[in-house]
């Protein structure tokens, strides 16, 4: 997830438009058994459910100095043609609030992976925190400094490479295919199904079935 770069606005031609500038973050709370920060990643733990968060930004120090030394001139504006594919990232890329219930990002616009999993897929909190950490992610560089690519991919067998573009609202991909926003279903888990504007549901539980049909009622009207 991350911060939109930009959005739509309409007002009355004689309305004031604000421009706000605020921090963002992430509510982690204080209700964890244990929590855990390594190798970039916040790691939690509730009974044998476990998260991870990793907001993702590169080291500019280090970029910097890395640009000073290999090529020449344009580092603030654009890149080299003879510069690395990926930046190094930043070991810590957050703050904690006074109450350490929230983590503020040090950039706002930093993408945030949150990673979840449990006991019976991981077998250990330890096994979740080792896995996920040697889970592939790179930050790839655009023409611009600072706006970067995002891939990832999650500490599961046969998981899909996630790209996710953190310099524009391009639609992010798995294996290489764009997300579908369509709405195929309306709902879609084990135990409620229907499908986008059928009017019907199915409802699973203990073995039973039900099975409701919304189709054929008349359509709510809207009088002023």
């Not at 640009?67 to 904690?96: E, M, R």
Request: hydrophobic content about 35%; glycine content about 6%; charged content about 25%.
């Amino acid at each position: 997830m991350q911060r939109s770069r930009s959005f739509s606005e309409v007002n009355p031609d004689w309305y004031p438009l604000y421009k706000q500038r605020c921090d963002q973050g992430v509510y982690i709370g204080d209700a964890w058994d244990e929590q855990i920060e390594q190798g970039g990643w916040i790691f939690l733990r509730r009974g044998d459910v476990y998260g991870g968060v990793r907001v993702v930004l590169r080291d500019k120090a280090f970029e910097d100095n890395k640009a000073k030394k290999s090529t020449s001139g344009t580092q603030k504006v654009f890149h080299g043609p003879n510069d690395d594919a990926t930046v190094k990232l930043h070991d810590k890329p957050y703050s904690y609030t006074d109450d350490r219930k929230f983590i503020v990002l040090k950039d706002r616009l930093s993408p945030v992976i949150i990673q979840a999993g449990d006991q019976q897929q991981y077998g250990s909190f330890e096994a979740f925190m080792a896995e996920t950490q040697q889970a592939p992610i790179a930050l790839y560089k655009t023409v611009v400094p600072t706006f970067n690519i995002l891939t990832f991919t999650p500490p599961a067998e046969n998981a899909p490479e996630m790209v996710f573009n953190a310099a524009n609202n391009e639609i992010p991909m798995l294996n290489n295919k764009y997300i579908n926003y369509e709405h195929p279903m309306t709902f879609d888990s084990p135990y409620l199904k229907s499908e986008y504007k059928s009017g019907k549901i199915q409802i699973k539980y203990g073995g039973e079935t039900l099975d409701l049909d919304f189709s054929d009622k008349p359509k709510w009207k809207f009088w002023k």
